[in-house]
């Protein structure tokens, strides 16, 4: 198993998704944004977590120009899976290669703690060591983290499975951090290889840190790849 | 040369969370009768040409491509 990790200036979780992965036993590789290939063996390409070309104009906006996106592009579109984290989820949203965009968050405020997440659609390979209906607890560090999609869309999302999790309570009721369109914080692609999330899994994989939550998820990549 | 001012703001119906705060902050300052406040961001561009028209439509693809996020946000491009 192999994962490719992607690195723009202003990235900074890079590391952390690869101690991750290497943890659960994959080999790992980071790319910098101004290659215009990914390595042919990649399994998962991870666009990290972090703050791309410094949030400027809008979160993921100037990283979709990069040189290695349109081999992301072509990866994707081949089937390959991809996997955005927070600022990769938003990276992915500019790019076109998931539905809807990352608004500023409505409380205005950057927003860094643990939050519950509820597992809305495990019939795909990132959740399916879940069921429906879990609750998870996996850190949330972001500032434009408010998920918007309008009416017809979401009713895409809903008719296609795509939302994969919802922010709740720890009992799995919706509690709202910042505004996302029906509390959502995670969706993929129609065709189920592009997946993208706000919260961050990787930092989820030790007890001793809060939660080891993050596991379950990622250890769904690495049966299927 | 021609500058072109393109006004960049969240769509009609997509929730304004700082025009909110804003609109929030001149209500506690008593400025009443304040309607409705949108925030959104100029971006000036001067360009090397005397062509509006080409002026124009390559400032309108730069809106499309990356000045605006199409899902969320609306552009207007004024040319001086």
Redesign the interface.
């Known amino acids: 198993m192999k994962v490719a990790i992607l690195q723009f200036p202003g990235t900074n979780c890079e590391y952390d998704t690869q101690h991750a992965f290497e943890s659960l036993g994959a080999t790992t590789e980071i790319i910098w944004h101004k290659s215009e290939t990914i390595p042919s063996d990649t399994n998962l390409l991870v666009v990290a977590g972090g703050f791309s070309y410094g949030d400027y104009l809008r979160s993921g906006a100037i990283a979709k120009f990069s040189p290695v996106m349109k081999a992301v592009q072509e990866y994707a579109q081949k089937g390959g899976k991809v996997l955005g984290i927070c600022n990769g989820f938003q990276v992915l949203t500019e790019s076109g290669l998931l539905p809807g965009a990352l608004k500023r968050n409505d409380g205005l405020h950057f927003i860094s703690k643990h939050h519950h997440l509820k597992v809305e659609n495990n019939d795909n390979i990132f959740l399916e060591e879940l069921h429906n209906g879990d609750v998870v607890n996996i850190p949330i560090a972001h500032h434009d983290g408010n998920y918007y999609i309008n009416d017809a869309g979401l009713e895409q999302l809903k008719a296609n499975n795509q939302i994969l999790l919802t922010y709740t309570d720890a009992e799995g009721n919706a509690q709202n951090p910042n505004g996302s369109v029906a509390s959502i914080a995670g969706v993929c692609n129609k065709e189920k290889n592009v997946f993208g999330l706000m919260p961050h899994p990787e930092r989820a994989m030790e007890v001793i840190l809060g939660s080891d939550d993050g596991k379950a998820m990622l250890q769904g990549f690495m049966k299927s790849c | 040369m021609i500058t072109a001012i393109v006004n960049v703001s ?1 769509k009609a119906g ?2 304004d ?2 025009g909110k ?1 804003v609109h929030h902050a001149l209500d506690s300052l008593h400025f009443n009768g304040v309607e409705d406040v949108r925030v959104g961001k100029q971006i000036v561009l001067k360009i090397n040409t005397t062509d509006k028209e080409q002026a124009m439509k390559d400032v309108e693809k730069m809106c499309e491509e ?2 605006a ?1 199409t ?2 946000e609306d552009y207007s491009i004024e040319l001086v």
Request: charged share 0%; no cysteine.
């Open positions: 969240l997509v929730l969370s700082q705060a990356i000045l996020n899902v969320i």
